[in-house]
């Protein structure tokens, strides 16, 4: 097996410290705003809970037939931390072997985690906006209630911007370095 380069290596303790984020700041952030909601709502998704003003969200679904969020409902929020943490051994591991075939199966490994994330994440979503209570008392016919995935998106009479928040940020560029550098380090050989 073909050595790391010294870029290589670098990007590993930089990757593995960019991921320390998802423990200490939250991933992902839905914002609301609505002419009853001037200064906003707010729901940050972290890596092992949701906050922000989830009360007041939760009431407000309640009119239009939306499940509470809780964060009880979520195995994301035991099954996450447990697979970065289990990567964040494995990068330990790729860096001690100093090997590249192990960088290229731990980048992998990165995109499965990654595209596994998004997919259950507009998943729940879907799920959360299109299957209402039928006995909600504010009912539209045809109307969904799911958020965007990213972006901004009008549902009634809310704006709904989501977007990733800062260790969401911290995860994108984990990926872009993880990439550029497999593709650098292939490119070396």
Request: aromatic share 14%; glycine share 8%; hydrophobic share 50%.
């Amino acid at each position: 097996m073909k050595k790391l380069t010294k870029t290589g290596r670098i990007s590993i303790p930089v990757v593995l410290l960019l991921l320390g984020a998802l423990w200490l700041f939250p991933m992902w952030r839905i914002d609301l705003r609505a002419p009853q909601y001037p200064g906003g709502l707010t729901m940050q998704i972290w890596i092992n809970d949701v906050k922000g003003d989830v009360p007041i969200i939760n009431g407000l679904n309640h009119y239009i037939g939306m499940k509470t969020i809780k964060k009880e409902d979520f195995k994301e929020f035991v099954v996450l931390p447990v697979a970065m943490g289990v990567f964040a051994v494995l990068g330990i591991v790729v860096l001690l072997m100093g090997k590249k075939l192990p960088y290229y199966i731990w980048t992998g490994v990165f995109v499965v985690i990654a595209a596994y994330s998004f997919i259950d994440f507009y998943k729940w979503e879907y799920d959360y906006g299109h299957n209402l209570d039928p006995g909600a008392p504010i009912q539209v016919p045809g109307m969904a209630y799911q958020p965007p995935l990213i972006g901004y998106k009008q549902l009634l009479n809310f704006e709904v911007l989501s977007q990733p928040d800062v260790a969401g940020w911290c995860y994108i560029v984990s990926g872009i370095i993880l990439a550029s550098v497999a593709i650098y380090e292939w490119k070396k050989r």
